[in-house]
Structures are given as structure tokens and as C-alpha cells.
């Protein structure tokens, strides 16, 4: 399960990194970034910085079902803000992607305060 979850985030965190460069090295998208307001960039690192701790959580592993499942449902949400981003209705969806996406920071620096410890500090805590 925990790799399948770590699959799925690669993809989303691919594709966000993807989105914050357009066009790569092929040359295009230079006008699509510019079309790309201060928000939605913002909105952008905060989604590629929330991919990380995600990444970083699941390479932990010992992760219960329910955060599991709560880091799907992230994905998920973060996966539906991306593909809205790229539609017509950007930018009056910007304030209530930020919204979303400050709800999901706190859900999961709250899952990050659930994590389990890994064992090395357990074992210093003599």
C-alpha cells in the first residue's frame, strides 16, 4: 500500500514540478508562465513543498491506515487543484485553492506530529 501511495506521489509531485516550469527544455510555455499569477505560483510551492514532507513521510514508512488514507485524499484534492489550475476558471479559483491548501498544511503537520519515531531515537532515549 505505502508503495503504491509513493508511486502516486511521484506522479502528482512530477507533474506539479512540471507545471511550475512549463515548457522545460522544449522552449514552449513561455507565454503560460507569464499568464501564471503571484498566487497560483504560490499556491504551486506550497503543493511542491507539501509533495516533499509527504515523500519524506512515506519513505519513513509506519504509517497507520487511517494516515494512509489521509495522505490519499491530499493527493487526491491536490491532484483536482492541479488539473483546475490548468482550466479556464483559474484564477477565480485561486483564493479557495489557497484556502484548501493552508487546511491541508495543517492536516498534515498534524500527521507529521503523529508519525511514529524512527527506531535509532527510540533507542537514545534511555
Request: charged residues 15%; neutral net charge.
Amino acid at each position: 500500500m505505502i508503495a503504491i501511495l509513493a508511486v502516486a506521489l511521484c506522479l502528482v509531485h512530477g507533474s506539479v514540478a512540471a507545471q511550475e516550469h512549463p515548457g522545460g527544455m522544449h522552449g514552449g510555455g513561455a507565454g503560460q508562465q507569464h499568464m501564471m499569477g503571484q498566487g497560483m505560483m504560490h499556491n504551486m510551492g506550497m503543493m511542491d513543498q507539501m509533495m516533499g514532507d509527504m515523500q519524506q513521510m512515506m519513505g519513513q514508512g509506519h504509517m497507520t491506515p487511517e494516515q494512509q488514507r489521509q495522505m490519499r485524499q491530499m493527493m487526491n484534492q491536490m491532484n483536482q487543484m492541479k488539473q483546475e489550475m490548468q482550466g479556464p476558471q483559474a484564477a477565480q479559483m485561486e483564493p479557495q485553492h489557497t484556502r484548501q491548501l493552508q487546511e491541508m498544511q495543517q492536516q498534515l503537520k498534524s500527521l507529521k506530529g503523529q508519525a511514529p519515531k524512527p527506531k535509532q531515537e527510540q533507542e537514545h532515549k534511555h
